[in-house]
């Protein structure tokens, strides 16, 4: 057989992609960012720079070399993992190589056969994909609807359905920035018997007292688990689980993608640890950031677009390929700005991400709303 005939089915389906306007490439990063999760411009503060430095000279090795479980566990992870535990007023936390290993790890090993997990449908993909893998029931509920949540648990209970009951949702959902009804679901959690999953990835640094999340008066309590990326707001890699201890206990013994992975690298330790300190004693970053969205929001509604509230700002256009024609035209401008196309976000919702950044000031905001004003326009 010939050899390209073996790649003949994957050439296909990238022309199928192509012929909806869905076809991805990768491209460097260039002109004002608003497109990273960068938010409180941490990826570059000087303060993480010097820490870096400063724990490579002190001899921290730049790669764990290893399983936690072997000889990769540093004094690093375990300083991160207390001073996170501290800091979200957790019993424990947990350190993984990215967010969406936590995911995946914590779905696929905690929620037992006979057990369900409720998901938001607006959940990250490795939450999905995480709860699919692993070994309980799943239903969806409608986006930021507590009673859908509720009714779907109800009706899984008179179904015979008796295990544990997992709710799975995003404190601050990533391609919409709006906030979940925190208050509400743990009123249903706590109904049920059931556990509540809050993934904090884009509201970690950002919201709550002293930065601490949008579950901050959630953290400590038996039936409460979060997710704490370390790649958004606090500018580096990997992610904390904050959990009962004997939940984490069970990770470490059970969990898979933490037994059998190498260990995130004890500088990116270093890395989250510094920018929790950051958080806590630059709070000024916090209001700056405040005062973008709330620009922001306003040169939005401007022009007839719904304000978000938060550092995620979409702008639905609808068609695939007028969202990247968009995107291409700002870009073009001086304006990293990026579509965002399904599957990613729902058919028919393909839109820009405005994200926004202690990376910009607000006269690059205000540049970026007249440029997409213009753009608007002039896109067909």
């Given amino acids: 057989m010939n050899g390209r005939v073996l790649l003949d089915r994957y050439e296909a389906s990238l022309r199928g992609l192509a012929r909806k306007n869905r076809l991805r490439t990768l491209s460097t990063r260039s002109g004002l960012d608003f497109a990273s999760n960068d938010y409180l411009g941490l990826a570059r503060s000087r303060r993480m720079a010097q820490a870096l430095a400063a724990a490579l000279a002190a001899g921290t090795p730049v790669g764990a070399t290893g399983s ?22 957790a019993e424990r936390a947990l350190f993984f190589g990215s967010g969406y ?74 391609m919409d920035g709006d906030r ?19 993934d904090e990835a884009h509201a970690t ?14 953290e400590g309590r038996d039936n409460v688990l979060v997710l704490h990326t370390c790649g958004k707001a606090l500018g580096g890699s990997g992610a904390l689980v904050t959990a009962p201890a004997v939940l984490c ?33 630059e709070p000024e970053r916090r209001e700056r950031l405040a005062s973008l969205v709330a620009l922001a929001g306003k040169r939005a509604e401007a022009l007839g677009l719904p304000a978000s509230g938060s550092q995620i700002l979409p702008v ?62 002039r896109t067909p």
């Fill in 68 to 89: 936690r479980l072997l000889r990769g566990n540093t004094p690093e992870h375990e300083a991160l993992e207390a001073k996170a535990a501290d800091f979200f007023g």
């Fill in 101 to 174: 290993v936590a995911n995946f790890a914590v779905l696929t090993t905690l929620p037992q056969k006979g057990d369900l997990i409720v998901l938001d449908e607006l959940n990250h993909a490795s939450a999905h994909e995480g709860a699919q893998a692993g070994r309980a029931e799943v239903m969806e509920a409608t986006h930021n609807d507590a009673d859908a949540v509720n009714d779907a648990i109800r009706a899984w209970r008179a179904k015979g359905g008796s295990g544990r009951v997992w709710i799975v949702v995003e404190s601050l959902y990533s």
């Fill in 180 to 198: 979940a009804p925190l208050g509400e679901l743990i009123e249903v959690a706590d109904r049920h018997d059931a556990f509540l999953f809050a």
């Fill in 205 to 218: 640094g950002v919201y709550g007292p002293g930065g601490r999340g949008l579950a901050h008066h959630l």
């Fill in 249 to 281: 206990d069970y990770l470490v013994n059970r969990c898979r993608p933490f037994i059998y992975a190498t260990a995130p690298s004890p500088l990116m330790a270093v890395a989250a640890a510094t920018a929790l300190a950051i958080v806590a004693d």
């Fill in 316 to 377: 639905i256009v609808g068609d695939n390929a007028r969202a990247m024609a968009l995107a291409e035209a700002l870009q073009a401008r001086g304006f990293d700005v990026r579509g965002i196309r399904p599957p990613t976000v729902p058919e028919g919702t393909a839109r820009l991400r405005i994200s926004l950044t202690l990376n910009v000031g607000e006269a690059d905001v205000s540049a970026l709303f007249d440029a997409l004003a213009a753009e608007w326009e």
